[in-house]
């Protein structure tokens, strides 16, 4: 009988091998954190140019649907994660919280691009742009760039799918507080 | 339609205007109580100026500068007007009945510069939360909240 550790990509768990067959023995949080970071559907929150690059890692060159993240809901309250991709103004801000408000549990948040992680060329001298997206929603993965690669975005993709399989996104850590 | 033969038709009807021709195009310069009857006039008379394609406001710290750019479909000419407004009282008369693209365009310059349009039929804010106060592309705004000094 033989015990075969597995890697972050394949199946959580460890396989003892029977005759006829072989049984996985895991846990449930490793199996649904699992499932859940392999099909995480985006809602389209496109507001600037960092958006223009999340279309172009949506289609054919760089596509995201290999790693699950095949249908873009329109409608917050079927996706898993959100992608702002672009600057947040003022006048934004309270839409964005509605709609991170609207999603289901469990959401998670990607903040493409340097005016979504702290207002980016828009910092300095600006009356009207929100400087970080996380002031509005809390954020688990920051993408810099302006605007980044559609690589780096696959990247960040691959990074959360991590993170939702260590179980270190604040969605999780606040679920483990939660009594 | 050549600079001379626009300068007479202009003068015709508003002596007191005057000319700038240093840059690209003519700049008629006229007084902010003539523009309605200069407007009608490039509209409707021989100059055919049927297409306004940009309406923007200067602020100089003294005073603030409106300034229209013409253009004519038909005779392919332009030409741009500049008046002068008051720094403490802007107001200049809409011209949304002459060319209706000045609705849109005199909402933002009332948004950012404060220049009150008479006769406007819905001035009111076109970008900017309703309830922002000042008017950020004057050169005094000051907003220590939102603004961080480089």
């Not at chain 1, 199946?11 to 392999?38: K, L, Q």
């Not at chain 1, 993709?157 to 939702?164: A, F, P, T």
């Not at chain 2, 002596?15 to 007084?31: F, H, K, M, Q, R």
């Amino acid at each position: 009988m033989e015990l075969k550790e597995k890697d972050n990509q394949a199946f959580p768990g460890i396989i003892h091998e029977t005759p006829g067959g072989g049984i996985v023995v895991s846990t449930f949080d490793s199996i649904i954190n699992w499932a859940r970071s392999n099909s995480l559907w985006p809602l389209s929150f496109a507001t600037s140019c960092c958006g223009i690059e999340m279309m172009s890692t949506a289609s054919a060159k760089y596509d995201f649907s290999r790693f699950g993240f095949e249908v873009a809901r329109a409608s917050p309250r079927q996706a898993d994660v959100i992608i702002i991709a672009g600057t947040i103004v003022n006048k934004m801000a309270p839409v964005l919280k509605r709609l991170y408000d609207q999603m289901a549990d469990p959401k998670y948040v990607i903040a493409m691009g340097a005016c979504a992680i702290s207002g980016g060329p828009f910092f300095y001298n600006t009356y009207s742009v929100v400087k970080g997206a996380d002031h509005i929603i809390p954020v688990d993965v920051y993408i810099p760039g302006c605007p980044p690669r559609p690589e780096a975005l696959l990247h960040s993709l691959i990074s959360l799918q991590e993170k939702i399989k260590m179980g270190m996104t604040r969605d999780q850590i606040r679920g483990e507080f939660k009594g | 339609m050549s600079n001379e033969e626009i300068k007479e038709i202009i003068s015709s009807t508003l002596p007191s205007a005057t000319y700038d021709e240093t840059g690209e195009w003519l700049n008629v310069i006229i007084d902010s109580k003539d523009w309605k009857k200069i407007a009608a006039e490039c509209r409707n008379g021989a100059l055919q100026m049927d297409f306004l394609f940009c309406l923007t406001c200067v602020d100089w710290k003294t005073h603030l500068t409106m300034v229209y750019h013409l253009t004519s479909t038909k005779h392919r000419h332009n030409i741009v007007v500049k008046a002068n407004l008051d720094h403490a009282m802007p107001e200049i008369e809409t011209v949304c009945d002459i060319w209706r693209t000045a609705e849109f365009h005199e909402r933002e310059v009332f948004e950012m510069f404060g220049v009150n349009f008479l006769n406007h039929p819905d001035l009111r804010k076109l970008i900017l939360e309703d309830d922002f106060k000042g008017f950020p592309l004057r050169k005094d705004f000051e907003d220590p909240i939102n603004m961080i000094k480089l």
